[in-house]
């Protein structure tokens, strides 16, 4: 499904910061209106027929851009995909126009069942036509782009035969999706497998990206004492986030661009600040950009 597009959304996704929309916040949201840029919510957190949960949807909805984030599609499994899920995924899209929708470049179910974890894939050929086919019908069943979101790893696969931002390249551009770049991700990637970030950053797709994601990350050691970060959600966004983010937005501009606060969530003033700081970075970057690509005035 190459370069396919939303259907317009009630309320179109703006160039700003937004924050993942949490129960505790759902009164100070109705009644104070806050400025921000857009929220985003987990599909599967709202698959139920209503309740609560809904009704403060319904009406956040019809005042802020939402982004749909979804973390039980299972991409990247070894089985086709659950027909059943994605028909209560296509009902929630259809009742909420959200202006974005992503999943995980991950695989979380078994024959088994759904495990509890995103777990990573091989980058191999087998495993890109297998994730492709998925991203097609995903997109076919919902009759929008799908972005899809880099991984956090912690170990790689010896049979892999593609770089990571190439594998990402290779299915953006075999099916038109769109790529939600994890920029906390991309950190702890990068150091728990001793890579460099900035060339990560450098080789990923970026001409792709239509969302960021910003987090907090917890640190660790392995059992031979080096570095180990976890993609724990349960923190602020530290300074070598905020530098990386910095060098993605100085390459493609402001992005609608989401703090992902999900664990020991902190009260509203923190989460707002947080979103206010990653609008800061991007007027600055921006504002710097412009001013150094502006042309030089005649004396």
């Known amino acids: ?72 599609l299972s991409i990247g499994a070894d089985r086709p995909l659950d027909e059943d899920h994605l028909a209560r995924l296509r009902q929630l899209i259809d009742r909420y126009s959200p202006a974005l929708f992503s999943e995980h470049l991950a695989w979380s179910s078994h024959d088994v069942g759904f495990l509890n974890d995103l777990l990573p894939l091989p980058y191999t050929d087998e495993t890109l036509a297998r994730v492709v086919e998925h991203i097609d019908q995903v997109q076919d069943a919902l009759g929008r782009q799908m972005l899809l979101e880099n991984p956090s790893t912690y170990l790689a696969f ?36 001793i890579w460099d970030p900035i060339a990560y ?19 660790d050691t392995d059992e031979e ?40 969530v902190p009260g509203w003033p923190t989460l707002k600040a947080e979103a206010e700081r990653a609008e800061r970075v991007m007027a600055d970057v921006v504002g710097i950009r412009g001013r150094a690509h502006a042309p030089a005035h005649a004396h």
């Open 225 to 264: 004492g080096r570095p180990l970060l976890i993609d724990a959600h349960d923190r602020p966004v530290e300074a070598i986030v905020w530098d990386l983010f910095a060098h993605v937005i100085e390459r493609i501009g402001a992005v609608p661009t989401l703090i992902e606060w999900d664990a020991n």
């Open 201 to 219: 950053l450098d080789a990923y797709p970026l001409s792709h990206v239509r969302e960021i994601h910003l987090a907090g990350f917890a640190p």
């Open 1 to 72: 499904m190459p370069d396919a597009t939303f259907e317009p959304s009630r309320n179109p996704m703006p160039k700003r910061a937004g924050v993942g929309l949490k129960a505790e916040h759902y009164r100070t949201i109705m009644e104070t209106s806050p400025d921000m840029g857009f929220f985003e919510v987990h599909a599967e957190n709202y698959m139920g027929a209503g309740g609560p949960p809904h009704r403060y949807l319904s009406a956040i909805s019809e005042r802020y851009p939402l982004s749909l984030h979804g973390v039980g």
């Open 158 to 193: 010896t049979e892999s035969t593609w770089l990571e931002t190439e594998f990402i390249a290779e299915i953006a551009r075999r099916t038109g999706c769109g790529l939600l770049l994890d920029v906390n991700n991309v950190h702890v990637a990068c150091t728990n497998q």
